[in-house]
Structures are given as structure tokens and as C-alpha cells.
């Protein structure tokens, strides 16, 4: 593994090899270990690459505290719903606020779905419903943050001081919040020793087992904590339970000797690692944002000013404190250290709307979970949009059902040239394998070619070929098209070129 990773540095197709290969913690942490500061950011970035992980650099923020009022709240979530950023819902906060209001929790929850449309990222619940703290935590002011480390167990003994009675009461509606929510998170920090900042994992299995229940993502919280044996035991915990997205948290929980190679090899080896090739941080210093987006972060979580996370990302020890308005500072951040490529960073809604889009025409139970040769089709965000207003309200002229029934009526036939060579593709070609003589695979990006034939090669009967980034030559070898972008401009634009070409929006 040592050699490989190595070689994968500076080569994209040793890291396509690596996919293709089982994977011990242990071995890929080492292995990291051993590279330069450098070499783990390029490792990473180049791991980011579709189809390794997750291409998008995105935002996810936090709108609620418990002292705020509610219509400071829903104005908060009406400003993210528009920028296209995820929701991520304290839940201690939104049932404090609520009671505020003579309401129960839930109903508060409710309100908020009907009002956005965008992703309900459901944090602070445990095994009743939401979890509650007494005022001397909800309204702590940040201060393991602002010391920044070594973290050695929360000064007000955090999770001992949760109002369990408190929380049976909420039990009747535990299960409507998860049906609202379009993922929850669980902390495996206990088993890194951090038993005072977070439920047992017990308890976090059980979160985990109702998330499933109800078609929910499952992001995990881990510390970079040492920067190995800590890592280790996080990512094992993790893998153990099966997660889809992995949430590093720096800052004061980072205590590595050297912090930001700690956080550059955390997030490289959660890239190789992690099933849903999603890694996000919801607490990183300033200069760890900075080096976890170079070495391949593809979200962090940030927050209006008020909520935990207004001053967890970004800041450093000394300015991070409750108050601070982390949003447009995190939005900075990534636009200095990531380079906008086919999609803007961070990520909007019409993104949004194009990926909610490319999960309708690939039908859900084709996307991942689910896998088409050696990785999965998508991410947790194809996973996790369908629980989401936005899929309900985004509308595609055509599904592969579709495409596969003209295909039984001769409508597509012979050669068929499939224009855009990602995952959209990749169904497509397996629900018509058989049906047709030949793919040819023709992309912009000749990687994303290459990679995605071979990928099929080894899932799919039916002959597919690269067509050379060419989708001239490509359209004139065939004897029929099909526009597997569901981006609406770059779909009009092709179908513009080819009158006949079959679109899928």
C-alpha cells in the first residue's frame, strides 16, 4: 500500500488502481504518514477527481442558537435555502427556540421543511429525539475554541450535562424529526477518548440504526486528535458502522505535533477511505480550512452568528467565539484556495437542482448506494437530495427507463454515443447493455473518458470505447446520441449541435 499511495501522488490512475483494492486503515494512514505536507495535499486533491470522490466544495450551515428568536431563524434558513446551502439543524437549538414560542419541538422542524427546500442536516439528536443541555451550555461562548488546545475534556462537562428527562419527553416524535431530516450525524469521538463531548457509541448506533430506517444519510463526527492512533480508531469506527460522509474536526480537538500536516493527511486519508467520498469539517482553524480544502475537503460547516458553528471554521484560537458570523468568511476562504472548474465553489442551487436532476434520471435504486463496477454511482448527496422538496420540484423530460424502452422500439440502436461520460452515463450504459452494438463514451475531460471505460469494461457486455474528447467525430461514428448531462445549459448547448440527439432534461 506504501508504494502505491505513493505512486498515486502524482499519478490519477495508480488512485484509480487503488480503488479497486481493499483497504486497511491502518495500512492507508501509515502510508500517509510517510509523505510530505505537499505530497498529502496533492494526494488528496488528486483523490477529490472524479470518479475517486466527491468533486463539489460546498457549504453547510448552521441558522439556529437558542436564544434566537424564530424569525431570525427562518430568515436564517430562507438566506441558505437560496444560496443552495444545506440546513444543519442543532436540534437542542431548534427545540429550545420553539418552546420559546409555546411549540412543540417538532413542529418548529415541520416548519422549517415547508419553508426550504434545500438539505435538512439533523445534528444533537440521540436515541429519544433532540438532545437538550441546560442555558451554561447552549450558551457557551466558545471556549475550547477560543483556547484553542490541547482539549483535555469539556470544562462543563458537556454531554454529563444533558436533561435526559428532558429528552424522553420528545419520544413520541423522535422518528418524525429523521423523516424530515435528509441526513443525521452521529459522534464516534467517544472512542478516542473523548467520552465527555459526546453520547456513548451505543447510543450513536441506535441514531444510526433509525437514520437507515428511514432512508437517511449518516455523516460521522471524528477528532484529528493525535493525527494517527486517533485517526485510526475514528475511521475503523466508522467504516465498522458503515457512514456515508465523514466530518473531521480540528481546531482544539487537533493535537497533532504539527497541526496542519495532521489535518492534510486526515483529510487525504479520509478521501481514500470514507464510503461516500464526502469529507467535511465543522470545526478547523483558519489555516486547517485552508490546507484541508487544498488537500481535497469538499464541505465545511459554518453558521450564522450565534449558532456553534458561526465560529468553529475559519477563525483562530483567540478570535473564534460565539457571535461570529462564519458564512461569508468560509465562502472566501474557498474561493482563494479552490479553483472553480465545472462547477462554481461553493457549490449553489442550480448545482443542486442538476444533481437532484441527475438522481430522477437515473432512478434512485440505481445510485448509491449502489455500485457499478469498482465504485459507487454518485455519493451521499445522491443519496440524500431525494429526501428534499427540491427533488420533488425538479422535473427531466426522460429517465433510462425511458431510454430503455426506446431502445426496445428501435428509437436508439447500433452505436450509440452517449455525450458526458459521468455517472448519469455509467447507468444508462448498464440498463442498455445488451440492447444496443457499441458505446462510445466522449467527454471534454479525456480522465473522465478513460476512467469511466474502464470502469464499464469491467461491469458491462456490450463493447464501449472513449471517443476522444470529440463530439464531432464522436456523433458521426454512431447511430444515435444520447445527452447524459442533466445541466440544463450544457445539455442545450449539445442537443443544439445534434437535433437528434436524445436529452435527459
Known amino acids: 500500500m506504501h508504494d502505491i499511495i505513493r505512486e498515486a501522488v502524482d499519478n490519477p490512475e495508480a488512485a484509480w488502481e487503488i480503488m479497486k483494492m481493499d483497504r486497511d486503515v491502518t495500512e492507508v494512514v501509515d502510508a500517509i504518514s510517510d509523505l510530505s505536507r505537499e505530497d498529502k495535499i496533492k494526494l488528496g486533491a488528486t483523490f477529490k477527481r472524479f470518479p475517486l470522490g466527491c468533486d463539489l466544495t460546498e ?6 442558537a437558542s436564544d434566537l428568536e424564530r424569525m431570525d431563524l427562518i430568515g436564517n434558513c430562507i438566506l441558505s435555502d437560496t444560496i443552495g446551502a ?32 434545500v438539505p435538512l442536516d439533523l445534528d444533537h439528536f440521540g436515541r429519544y429525539g433532540p438532545m437538550r443541555f441546560p442555558r451554561s451550555i447552549t450558551g457557551c461562548g466558545g471556549q475550547c475554541y477560543l483556547e484553542g488546545p490541547p482539549f483535555e475534556g469539556c470544562p462543563r462537562e458537556r454531554i454529563h450535562s444533558r436533561l435526559l428527562e428532558k429528552e424522553r419527553e420528545g419520544l413520541p416524535d423522535r422518528d418524525e424529526w429523521v423523516e424530515l431530516a435528509s441526513s443525521v450525524a452521529v459522534n464516534l469521538t467517544p472512542v478516542q477518548g473523548a467520552e465527555t463531548h459526546a453520547a456513548p457509541l451505543d447510543e450513536a448506533r441506535e441514531v444510526f440504526e433509525l437514520a437507515r430506517k428511514h432512508g437517511k444519510g449518516v455523516e460521522a463526527i471524528m477528532f484529528v486528535g493525535d493525527g494517527y492512533d486517533d485517526l485510526i480508531s475514528g475511521f475503523e469506527a466508522g467504516l465498522d458502522m458503515g457512514v456515508d460522509v465523514f466530518v473531521l474536526e480540528g481546531g482544539p480537538f487537533n493535537l497533532a505535533s504539527d497541526r496542519l500536516d495532521a489535518f492534510a493527511g486526515a483529510v487525504a486519508a479520509a478521501r481514500i477511505l470514507t464510503p461516500g467520498r464526502i469529507v467535511a469539517t465543522n470545526g478547523a482553524y483558519e489555516d486547517e480550512c485552508r490546507i484541508g480544502l487544498r488537500a481535497g475537503l469538499n464541505a465545511i460547516i459554518t453558521g450564522f452568528p450565534k449558532n456553534h458553528h458561526g ?21 472566501k476562504i474557498m474561493r482563494e484556495e479552490v479553483e472553480a472548474a465545472l462547477t462554481p465553489v461553493p457549490v449553489q442551487k442550480p448545482q443542486l437542482e442538476a444533481l437532484a436532476a441527475a438522481v430522477k434520471a437515473s432512478g434512485r435504486e440505481n445510485v448509491y448506494p449502489e455500485t457499478i463496477g469498482h465504485t459507487y454511482v454518485g455519493d451521499a448527496h445522491w443519496a440524500c437530495l431525494p429526501s428534499t422538496p427540491l427533488y420533488e420540484r425538479v422535473n427531466i423530460e426522460r429517465d433510462v427507463d425511458t431510454l430503455a424502452e426506446m431502445t426496445r422500439n428501435g428509437d436508439i440502436h447500433g452505436t450509440v454515443a452517449i455525450f458526458g461520460a459521468r455517472f448519469v452515463s455509467w447507468v444508462i450504459a448498464k440498463k442498455l447493455d445488451g440492447m444496443v452494438d457499441e458505446f462510445v463514451l466522449v467527454d471534454s475531460d479525456p480522465w473522465v473518458e478513460w476512467v469511466s471505460v474502464d470502469n464499464l469494461r469491467s461491469e458491462i457486455k456490450t463493447e464501449v470505447r472513449c471517443g476522444g474528447s470529440s463530439d464531432a467525430d464522436a456523433y458521426r461514428d454512431s447511430d444515435s446520441a444520447i445527452v447524459s448531462t442533466t445541466i440544463p445549459e450544457i445539455a442545450a448547448k449539445i442537443s443544439g449541435k445534434f437535433r437528434d440527439a436524445v436529452t435527459l432534461v
Not at 457549504?59 to 439556529?64: D, K, N, R
Not at 460565539?322 to 465562502?331: D, N, S, T
Open 59 to 64: 457549504i453547510i450551515v448552521g441558522t439556529c
Open 311 to 331: 465560529y468553529m471554521c475559519g477563525y483562530s484560537p483567540g478570535t473564534a467565539r460565539r457571535g461570529k458570523f462564519g458564512l461569508p468568511r468560509v465562502m
Open 86 to 117: 444545506t440546513i444543519h439543524v442543532c436540534a437542542y437549538a431548534f427545540a429550545d427556540i420553539a418552546e420559546n414560542y409555546g411549540m412543540r419541538p417538532v413542529e418548529l422542524m415541520r416548519e422549517v421543511r415547508e419553508t426550504t427546500e
